[in-house]
T-cell receptor
Framework: NAGVTQTPKFQVLKTGQSMTLQCAQD?????MYWYRQDPGMGLRLIYY???????DKGEVPNGYNVSRLNKREFSLRLESAAPSQTSVYFC????????????FGSGTRLTVV | AQSVTQLGSHVSVSEGALVLLRCNYS??????LFWYVQYPNQGLQLLLK??????LVKGINGFEAEFKKSETSFHLTKPSAHMSDAAEYFC??????????FGKGNQVVVIP
C-alpha cells in the first residue's frame, strides 16, 4: 500500500508564482495535515482537516490555502510564492483511534527564488 | 496549547554507547506522546508512542522511552548506538485534538 503520497517531490518557483501541492492517502483516515519543516524549527502545522469538508488553521497558515477535495485528497496552495516559503512540506494523515499515529508522506522540497 | 522542548540540536554519541535524547512537554490534559525518526531526504517514521497504560514504551530498532508524568518528560534511549542510528529525531505531543506539536529535533551523529 502507498500510505500517504505527495506530489511533486521537488519544485522551484519564482517569487509571485502560484502552485498546488497534492496529497493523497489510501488508509481511509479522516484527519489530514500539512506541515512545513525548516532547519532548527522542527515541523510546524500549516493547516489541517479533521474530516471531509472541514479545514482549520494551524500555527503558520499565512500565505497558504487548502482544499479537502474528498476523504483521500488534501491539497495545499501557494497563491503568490515568497522566498520565506522555501521549505520542505509534509502531508500526514492520522488513524481514527484515540492517540492514533500519524503517517507522513515523503515530502515536497520547495525552493522559491 | 501543548508544546515540546528538545534540548541540544546536535547530539554526538560513540558507536556502542548509550543514546539519550531528552524531551519535555507541556499539556493541559493527559498527553499522547510520540518519537519520530527522519533519515536524510526521507519522511518521518514513527519510532514509538505513549497513549495510556504502561509508562515504559518499546519501539522499533531497539529504542524505548519512559513517560514520567511528575517530570513531564518522555526521554528516548537506546543502550548501544549503531552507525545506522544517525538521523534526526523528533519528539511530539498531542492532547487528543487534531494538533500534533513537534519539538525542534535532535540531529544524532554516531562516531565510529
Amino acid at each position: 500500500n502507498a500510505g500517504v503520497t505527495q506530489t511533486p517531490k521537488f519544485q522551484v518557483l519564482k517569487t509571485g508564482q502560484s502552485m498546488t501541492l497534492q496529497c493523497a492517502q489510501d488508509m481511509n483516515h479522516n484527519s489530514m495535515y500539512w506541515y512545513r519543516q525548516d532547519p532548527g524549527m522542527g515541523l510546524r502545522l500549516i493547516y489541517y482537516s479533521a474530516s471531509e469538508g472541514t479545514t482549520d488553521k494551524g500555527e503558520v497558515p499565512n500565505g497558504y490555502n487548502v482544499s479537502r477535495l474528498n476523504k483521500r485528497e488534501f491539497s495545499l496552495r501557494l497563491e503568490s510564492a515568497a522566498p520565506s516559503q522555501t521549505s520542505v512540506y509534509f502531508c500526514a494523515s492520522r488513524a481514527p483511534l484515540v492517540g492514533g499515529g500519524y503517517t507522513f508522506g515523503s515530502g515536497t522540497r520547495l525552493t522559491v527564488v | 496549547a501543548q508544546s515540546v522542548t528538545q534540548l541540544g540540536s546536535h547530539v554526538s554519541v560513540s558507536e556502542g554507547a548509550l543514546v539519550l535524547l531528552r524531551c519535555n512537554y507541556s499539556s493541559s490534559v493527559p498527553p499522547y506522546l510520540f518519537w519520530y525518526v527522519q533519515y536524510p531526504n526521507q519522511g518521518l517514521q514513527l519510532l514509538l508512542k505513549y497513549t495510556t497504560g504502561a509508562t515504559l514504551v518499546k519501539g522499533i530498532n531497539g529504542f524505548e522511552a519512559e513517560f514520567k508524568k511528575s517530570e513531564t518528560s518522555f526521554h528516548l534511549t537506546k543502550p548501544s548506538a549503531h552507525m545506522s542510528d544517525a538521523a534526526e529525531y523528533f519528539c511530539a505531543v498531542s492532547d487528543g485534538d487534531n494538533r500534533l506539536a513537534f519539538g525542534k529535533g535532535n540531529q544524532v551523529v554516531v562516531i565510529p
